[in-house]
């Protein structure tokens, strides 16, 4: 018998099929296609865990043609 911890099985993979899935368009002009952006947020010295201030950078995506981030994918606390 091994001491080594066993590692966990892994389920197998489900396939995911194009035709099953949504496209989703920029609410303001309808365009299909969305870059990487970043909002970038500010932690101050004494909330943040080494005990200086920060930015994190928290990835969203926004449309390639207008800039808008869609309302569905804007992260919550972003006011």
Known sequence: ???????????????????????????????YSFIKSYFIRRVSALMSPSGQEALIPIEVFSCGNCGKVPDKMMPKGNE
Do not use: A, R, V, Y
């Open 1 to 31: 018998m091994s001491t080594k911890p066993m590692k966990p099985i892994k389920p197998p993979k489900k396939e995911i099929h194009l035709e099953d899935t949504e496209s989703i368009k920029c609410d303001d002009c309808g365009n």
